[in-house]
């Protein structure tokens, strides 16, 4: 219904095995793919939901080889025909230490861009990351921001969100924009 009306519809693969299988997974999101305008998921999500993995990406090995995530985004605009495919990118160097950033593809134009990267440490928490990264990527979207800039959205919220306990990013939009617009400095703003 919501396609049918004109509504940008998006989502989020997060794949979590101790609910179904990745075949079972395939089965049924491969079929729902038809309504997706903005994908959303990060290399893992990508191969056990729909079966792309990048090639030269070792997520345990703290390197990041972005041509990998240019393949299958392309192989997913040529499937599916998403208008923007994410993906959130950690450079585990340690529990306590990541790199993040993230990734866009424009699926018509093929435009590629990689985020900014923030050097988290210690990161207090690291659950809701993800959401908040999916959740400022379509608030960047949704306010009318170009892709380039409602992903570095989106990568600020999530970057903050690491510093956060607890599920929930409490930060501001001011908070995120001016993170996003590198503020990086901690300082109090009065």
């Avoid at 990060?42 to 792309?52: Q, R």
């Avoid at 599920?167 to 908070?175: E, G, I, K, P, Y």
Wanted: hydrophobic fraction near 40%.
């Amino acid at each position: 219904a919501a396609k049918a009306h004109g509504v940008t519809v998006s989502v989020d693969l997060n794949f979590r095995k101790k609910l179904w299988s990745s075949e079972k997974a395939q089965k049924v999101m491969t079929n729902l793919m038809q309504y997706v305008d903005v994908c959303i998921g990060n290399e893992e999500d990508a191969e056990k939901v729909l079966g792309f993995k990048p090639g030269n990406t070792d997520v345990t090995s703290g390197e990041l080889e972005l041509a990998g995530y240019v393949d299958i985004f392309n192989q997913m605009a040529d499937k599916f025909g998403f208008k923007y495919i994410i993906s959130s990118l950690r450079e585990s160097h340690s529990a306590s230490d990541n790199g993040w950033s993230a990734c866009i593809m424009d699926g018509k134009t093929r435009e590629f861009y990689h985020s900014r990267k923030y050097h988290i440490t210690p990161i207090v928490d690291r659950v809701g990351g993800g959401d908040s990264f999916a959740g400022g990527l379509i608030c960047g979207l949704a306010d009318g921001k170009d892709m380039k800039a409602a992903l570095e959205f989106a990568v600020a919220a999530s970057a903050l969100k690491h510093t956060i306990p607890g599920d929930f990013n409490l930060v501001t939009r001011a908070d995120v924009d001016n993170l996003a617009g590198g503020d990086g400095s901690g300082r109090v703003q009065r």
